[in-house]
């Protein structure tokens, strides 16, 4: 089993950045992939950005390219996601997840709100 414990999100007016975080209670190099998924009210869970733990480049969602930053410290098994110029419609719980063989593991979630 993976547990998955997030930090960051909070409070930022449109234009900031923001910095998330998730710790992974196994070594990141024993899970196949880690990613960001977030949900807004009344909207379907969708796909930020994920990190294949084997070498593959990240995938991002097209509505965060060139904003949002994915990357992993290999020795605290943490997952980051950098957010920078942060808009209202990225409003939303963000949750970590991990793919560990054939099972899939979240977060807690974490919000995100971005005023305008």
């Known amino acids: 089993q993976v547990q998955l414990v997030e930090s960051g999100g909070g409070l930022v007016q449109a234009g900031g950045s923001l910095s998330l975080s998730c710790a992974a209670s196994r070594s990141i190099f024993s899970i196949n992939t880690m990613g960001w998924y977030r949900q807004a009210p009344g909207k379907q869970r969708g796909l930020v950005a994920q990190?294949?733990?084997?070498?593959?480049?990240?995938n991002y969602a097209d509505s965060v390219k060139g904003r949002f930053t994915i990357f992993r410290d290999n020795v605290k098994n943490t997952v980051y996601l950098q957010m920078n110029s942060l808009k209202p419609e990225d409003t939303a719980v963000y949750y970590c997840?991990?793919?560990?063989?054939?099972?899939?593991?979240w977060g807690q979630g974490t919000q995100v709100t971005v005023s305008s």
């Open positions: 997840q991990a793919t560990y063989g054939r099972n899939i593991y």
């Open positions: 990190l294949a733990i084997g070498g593959a480049s990240p």
